[in-house]
């Protein structure tokens, strides 16, 4: 017997609320559908007891069950949305995450004219782009060492018409052309290594090599404080996204490579999330 479209959501709900809190299945369950019927959240409300027809039933309840699967819901839509744009993603970046706002926000209250800004580490190009749309009297360089990564970058800067952002392909700072910029940007790998979330939820189907980093997650942290220093202007600033549990121990590195005004901003969460320092601060900004 057909079923209305309030009818499949609330099955749909109750299948993923066995995976993930009410509240996310009820906003996974009107995404997956939003996507198969090309609807805003508004149209499945203005349509709730319309009958759904048999093919996009069928569409439907396949990515209901590649979902049940464990697949992101940012992988099986080819998209998520951060800081207001949406932006492509794939299983070669890591998904954008609200936490990841908190360092966008931070970066942009720096800004207050024309900067030349660093995002190390971009994936998806997520924290760039975000800076480039909102700041766009700024450069904006975003580099990342996977070629596949970067490659979306640049996909969504094109989508994004986005002309102040320009995608360069390397290690951290090591194939950086000779410059020095006003602030750096990073939300770089910070997981232990063996830690058990790595093989649980989404992050199983994200490249390691965004989320892992070392015995205490710090390695690439202290790699880029440690280089920072030689690529910011006096009275430049980095900031650095880490693990809730991380911020004492980025305070302190930040502090033994010179670093000043040493802060840190907590997430929507109230995590310790986001630590930043600026370098030769004789006029902070």
Known sequence: MPKTVQQWLQSARQQLAQFVPPDE???????????????NRAWL??????????????????????????????????SREFFGLTLKVTPD??????DTETLVEAALQKINGPMHIL????????????????????????????????????????ALQLVNMECIASNWFAALPECKFDLIVSNPPYIEDNDPHLQQG??????????????????????????A???LNDGGWLMLEHGYNQAPAVQKLLNAHGFQDIQTIKDLGDNPRVTHGQIGSTNPV
């Open 25 to 39: 299945a009820t906003i996974e369950a009107q995404l997956l559908l939003m996507h198969v019927l090309n609807v």
């Open 45 to 78: 409300i203005a349509h709730a007891t319309d009958l759904l027809e048999a093919v996009a039933a069928n569409n439907f309840e396949k990515l209901v069950q590649r979902r049940l699967q464990g697949e992101p819901v940012a992988h099986i839509l080819g």
């Open 93 to 98: 970046t890591l998904i954008p995450r609200p």
């Open 119 to 158: 995002d190390l580490g971009t994936g998806s190009g997520a924290i760039a782009l975000a800076i480039a749309r909102h700041a766009p009297q700024c450069e904006v360089i975003a580099v990342d060492a996977s070629a596949a990564a970067l490659a979306v970058a640049k996909e969504n800067a094109a």
């Open 202 to 227: 989404d992050l199983r189907f994200e490249p390691l090599s965004a989320l892992a980093s070392g015995a205490d997650g710090l390695q690439d942290i202290r790699q880029v404080i440690a280089q």
């Open 229 to 231: 220093p030689a690529y």
